[in-house]
């Protein structure tokens, strides 16, 4: 018996129409995330990366000047989210734009683990998140928030409810 081997994944590159409307709902349609400052920088069929802007109404320790607790949390939660949305996105190119983002009724975060390693100080912040697994009902996704220096601040993991 002959074996072929496995053919590549057709690589996804996503339309302009997805990418826009993948931002306007997490930057824009979310208010909180516009309370943060949160702004998607990159997309990708499994990694998003993310920043904010460090602003006195984000601080969590007056005197240390560094960022609160709950904006780091906020936004490891957010951006996990948003590498499993796209991650789910990917695996549906089949489907219109529309039915892809429609998806985001769906979505609710099940689980989520937030570890502080050291303070956050700095001009502003970066969030990186990869959607490490992605089934029919759950995905997950891996989280880092770094400093402006590249330290890195925070890790989290997150479950996220896709169906």
Excluded: W
Excluded at 112 to 135: C, K, M, Q, W
């Amino acid at each position: 018996m002959t074996h072929r081997p496995a053919q590549p994944p057709k690589p996804v590159v996503f339309e302009p129409e997805y990418l826009e409307g993948v931002r306007d709902i997490f930057e824009r349609k979310i208010v909180f995330n516009q309370t943060l400052g949160l702004k998607i920088i990159d997309i990708q069929p499994t990694v998003v990366t993310a920043t904010i802007q460090m602003r006195d109404d984000l601080i969590g320790h007056y005197s240390h000047h560094r960022v609160h607790g709950g904006v780091i949390s906020a936004c490891i939660d957010t951006i996990g989210a948003v590498a499993c949305f796209v991650a789910l996105g990917a695996r549906h190119m089949d489907e219109s734009v529309t039915k892809r983002l429609e998806r985001f009724q769906k979505l609710g975060t099940i689980d989520l683990r937030v570890d502080y390693l050291r303070p956050g100080l700095g001009t502003h912040f970066n969030i990186r998140a990869e959607a490490i697994r992605v089934g029919s009902r759950v995905g997950n996704a891996r989280i880092e928030f770094t400093a402006a220096d590249g330290l890195l601040v925070s890790t989290g993991t997150g479950a996220y409810i896709m169906s």
